[in-house]
């Protein structure tokens, strides 16, 4: 590719009006390539937005999905432990139960005695 000064040395030799219409072309050239560009980076631009925003759904859909397994995990969890702490409060209650009705015979026993 020509240097800058290469590019005004072949000009210079070319007379004004010649000089201005090569210099009017490369411009139109430079502003049409220049447009490509700017139409490749707008494509890859939304190329990556979309692809981001479907990240995001895929994260949020995991994330959700995660926090929905936690949940139930945490709830059957609780279930078990109430369950558990609901037997154990039967069991004393029957503890309570057979030593109050076993101290209520002893008493009676052994005012009788």
Same mark, same amino acid.
Do not use: C
């Given at each position: 590719?020509?240097?800058?000064?290469?590019?005004?040395?072949?000009?210079?030799?070319?007379?004004?009006?010649?000089?201005?219409?090569?210099?009017?072309?490369?411009?139109?050239?430079?502003?049409?390539?220049?447009?490509?560009?700017?139409?490749?980076?707008?494509?890859?631009?939304?190329?990556?937005?979309?692809?981001?925003?479907?990240?995001?759904?895929?994260?949020?859909?995991?994330?959700?999905? &995660?926090?929905?397994?936690?949940?139930?995990?945490?709830?059957?969890?609780?279930?078990?432990?109430?369950?558990? &702490?609901?037997?154990?409060?039967?069991?004393?209650?029957?503890?309570?139960?057979?030593?109050?009705?076993?101290?209520?015979?002893?008493?009676?026993?052994?005012? &009788?005695?």
């Amino acid at each position: 590719m020509p240097t800058l000064s290469e590019k005004h040395e072949v000009l210079s030799g070319l007379n004004r009006q010649d000089a201005a219409a090569i210099v009017a072309l490369i411009d139109l050239k430079t502003e049409d390539d220049m447009e490509k560009v700017l139409n490749k980076l707008d494509f890859m631009t939304q190329n990556f937005d979309a692809r981001l925003d479907a990240f995001e759904k895929s994260v949020d859909a995991r994330i959700s999905s &995660f926090e929905k397994s936690v949940d139930a995990r945490i709830s059957s969890f609780e279930k078990s432990v109430d369950a558990r &702490f609901s037997a154990i409060d039967t069991k004393i209650n029957a503890i309570y139960w057979f030593i109050g009705i076993t101290t209520t015979v002893a008493v009676a026993a052994a005012k &009788f005695l």
